[in-house]
């Protein structure tokens, strides 16, 4: 049984860069005044994501999406640094998106998914941007892909007409249906549709084609789903290192709306013998990565079977005798991302720890398990000889290992601070030299007064320790005293992390003139399973004690706090929680409840992955009606008296639009003051620019009226 020994190397960083790095401080003078923070600077900012190193190591790729409001549209370019941040180049520059940029295995050339003509469709060029082709046309698009290690093949996953031998026959039959005046659909299975989209008969296969172009190979043939269609990993198809096999996962249950029972599958790159090697377990297997050797797969997997949120173990399976290996037995926290070290002989793999991500390793063969990355870390920004103690890059994730094995590049951002690509360096014994390379937004943030989230925590009803955010508004002066908005994040095996989110974004909220407070209550993800199992068969229950004591304690702790002006705001479970506040506590002025749940039994015959509800509710309506009836917040409409603002969008098939409805006519019935935002065309989500300019104006506007004025 591995040890879950949290040996803590972060601490010797700050002396091992001063020795290094003299450390000095900069004063400006005349500095312009900053301002309050504002939808449309959020939606100014430029996106940073996925990056991927040169297999010279000399180079860092990356992807910048910008948002316009103008035009409420997005457009995706790739870019190219150097490794230690010198040289910011873009190397596209196409309308539409270019996206997901994968080197070759001999970093002769970087291929990438472009919408600029045919769809999304994979393209290749040179390192510095030259000579930009497509080598595909797939007729029904492709959503995701990977060079094979040899380079002469591509993978891509893309959404088919399961009973069709080739794409002819797919363009076919999408045109005919498109053309069809008759749009009704027979349904005769679940699920028919999924998050924001019906499914109409289609299933993600995975394929194999030349690099160079040609024929594409259905890997994955038959009614099923790979990706799967739900909680599945950050990669879940990938070719071996030798290029003669691929391993993918997809779930074969009869009744794949009710389970979470995804596997892993083998197949030869000709297609031949397809097996699994997970079918043992019933629970979630995903996310498998070969060793460098290839003799070995690495993959997360949970072990109850049903239970979207349990906790995720890393596996490494044996190819040449089957055995598998669990290397996280004891550990209370959830694999999340998946590297093998270059030797093969040692494991890196990150988690939820709290409100941030740390970075672990384990030998590959079994062992302890060390934490090598945890909080905050010093920054040294390139290309200058300051080291700054400052709350940047503190939530860390996408983490690639650089061809020295020592380098790791990675994606960091706080909520005042939006994502860039940082890096370390971890020779296995310690870290050092930890950099900023880009500096996307850094003229935007240089005008805007964001406050820096404070983290507390508290004994809750039953003396658990629970953690939470709270962040004070631009130009705070403690001697005031401020309202209030209380925010309950979604899931509920959710969390709120220290990352820079554009939907419920802490520093905006806060602009106006708010303290916002952010407590992780049961269910929260990164404080051990337990802690994330209290909120299962409990929705109402642990999770609302958590929030009361939670908020009981803030206003003792914070005196700048107006416990008379206080708000609360929430999303999906978070919404749910809002709508358990109208018939439970009479504490708040102000609700806004956006796509939350309402009533839970209409709610299980409108949403799409039944295993949730039915974990959550310990069965179905007709077998636990007494919990569903329970935790309803419905149930409770007779005490609803707070203004409430609803929001929800007519394509959210996980929380149905039919919810918020619901709660607005019994609202409006019950005479409380009370809105309603409907969105045509967003579903779980607010995407669409126009409509998230709306979307925080409206916000701010009911908060404002019933906070402040």
Not at 393 to 404: A, K, N, Q, V
Request: proline share 6%.
């Amino acid at each position: 049984m591995s040890r879950f020994r949290f040996v803590v190397l972060f601490l010797v960083l700050a002396a091992a860069l001063q020795a290094q790095t003299k450390v000095e401080k900069i004063e400006l003078l005349d500095e312009p005044p900053k301002h309050p923070f504002t939808v449309e600077e959020m939606y100014a900012m430029g996106r940073v994501s996925d990056p991927q190193i040169a297999p010279d190591g000399e180079s860092v790729l990356y992807v910048v999406t910008y948002y316009s409001i103008e035009t409420n549209k997005s457009n995706s370019d790739i870019w190219k640094i150097g490794v230690t941040g010198e040289n910011p180049v873009r190397l596209t520059e196409a309308p539409g998106g270019d996206s997901r940029p994968r080197w070759s295995p001999d970093g002769s050339s970087i291929a990438f998914v472009s919408t600029r003509e045919n769809g999304p469709q994979i393209w290749t060029m040179n390192p510095d941007g030259s000579g930009q082709r497509r080598v595909t046309g797939v007729s029904t698009g492709i959503d995701a892909f990977e060079w094979t290690p040899t380079g002469t093949h591509f993978l891509y996953s893309s959404s088919v007409y399961p009973d069709c031998p080739d794409d002819e026959c797919n363009r076919i039959r999408d045109e005919e249906k498109a053309k069809d005046p008759v749009k009704a659909r027979l349904i005769d299975r679940l699920p028919y549709r999924v998050w924001n989209s019906w499914k109409d008969d289609k299933y993600s296969h995975v394929f194999v084609i030349p690099s160079a172009g040609g024929i594409a190979r259905d890997l994955t043939p038959g009614p099923y789903d790979t990706p799967p269609i739900d909680i599945g990993g950050g990669q879940d198809f990938i070719s071996s290192p030798d290029g003669k096999e691929v391993a993918f996962v997809k779930n074969t249950d009869a009744m794949v709306a009710a389970s979470t029972n995804n596997d892993i599958w083998l197949v030869n790159i000709d297609g031949s013998n397809p097996h699994c090697i997970t079918a043992k377990n019933k629970a979630n297997d995903n996310q498998p990565v070969y060793s460098p050797d290839g003799r070995f797969i690495a993959y997360r997997s949970m072990s109850r079977a049903g239970y979207e949120a349990d906790k995720y173990d890393l596996k490494v399976y044996d190819r040449t005798n089957g055995k598998t290996t669990l290397l996280t037995e004891g550990v209370d926290r959830s694999v999340d991302e998946i590297l093998w070290t270059k030797d093969g002989k040692r494991l890196l793999f990150t988690a939820q720890d709290g409100p941030y991500k740390s970075l672990f390793e384990v030998p590959a063969a079994g062992g302890d398990v060390l934490r090598v990355i945890k909080g905050m870390l010093e920054l040294q920004y390139a290309h200058m000889d300051t080291v700054q103690t400052i709350e940047l890059g503190t939530y860390r994730h996408d983490f690639r290992l650089h061809p020295d094995g020592e380098r790791l590049v990675f994606l960091g951002e706080r909520q005042n601070y939006p994502t860039e690509v940082m890096s370390i360096l971890y020779d296995g014994k310690k870290l050092s030299d930890i950099r900023q390379l880009t500096s996307t937004n850094k003229a935007l943030l240089d005008s805007i007064d964001m406050p820096a989230p404070e983290m507390f925590t508290f004994k809750s009803f039953d003396g658990a320790e629970v953690q939470g955010w709270i962040i004070v508004p631009p130009g705070f002066d403690p001697a005031k005293k401020y309202p209030l908005i209380y925010l309950v994040h979604g899931g509920p095996q959710g969390v709120w992390s220290d990352n820079f989110h554009y939907r419920w974004n802490t520093s905006l909220f806060a602009s106006p003139g708010f303290v916002i407070v952010a407590v992780n209550c049961r269910g929260s993800q990164g404080f051990g399973q337990s802690f994330t199992d209290g909120v299962n068969g409990d929705w109402g229950g642990a999770p609302f004690k958590d929030l009361m004591t939670g908020l009981d304690f803030v206003l003792k702790k914070y005196p700048f706090i107006d416990k008379d002006r206080m708000g609360a705001a929430g999303a999906s479970y978070g919404g749910y929680m809002m709508n358990w506040f109208l018939g439970n506590t009479k504490r708040f002025k102000a609700i806004f409840s956006h796509d939350g749940v309402y009533d839970l039994m209409s709610m299980y015959g409108g949403t799409e992955e039944l295993w949730f509800p039915e974990w959550e509710f310990k069965g179905t309506p007709w077998t636990n009606q007494k919990m569903y009836d329970k935790w309803s917040p419905s149930r409770k409409a007779a005490n609803f008296s707070t203004p409430t603002y609803v929001v929800h969008g007519q394509q959210d098939f996980r929380v149905p639009v039919e919810q918020g409805m619901q709660l607005f006519t019994a609202l409006q019935r019950r005479g409380v003051e009370s809105k309603f935002l409907y969105f045509p065309d967003e579903g779980h989500l607010v995407l669409k620019p126009r409509n998230a300019q709306l979307w925080y104006h409206e916000f701010h506007a009911w908060f404002k009226k019933h906070l402040m004025n």
